[in-house]
């Protein structure tokens, strides 16, 4: 890694977290500008987004993914994820 971007790492951290999830929207769609995705990806998309249309899958609220994510950390990175 270098320097610069350990830098903007630091900085990152002492964001809100709003600005850090908006921050990592952004660079995750700048790498996804920068990469061709796999045409397998698409036909994936696709499936998924059809399986939600037609209501064969169960939407789940981002927020119950998040604590079920958050119950499986130890109380270490729970507690980083928490502040």
Request: with cysteine.
């Amino acid at each position: 890694m270098t320097e610069a971007a350990r830098q903007l790492l630091e900085t990152a951290r002492t964001l809100s977290p709003e600005d850090q999830l908006w921050l990592a929207d952004e660079l995750a769609l700048l790498a996804d500008s920068n990469n061709v995705l796999d045409p397998a990806w698409n036909d994936e998309i696709k499936r998924r987004l059809d399986e939600i249309d037609s209501c064969k899958v169960q939407m789940i609220p981002g927020e119950v993914v998040r604590e079920r994510m958050l119950a499986k950390l130890s109380p270490e990175a729970r507690a980083r994820f928490r502040e």
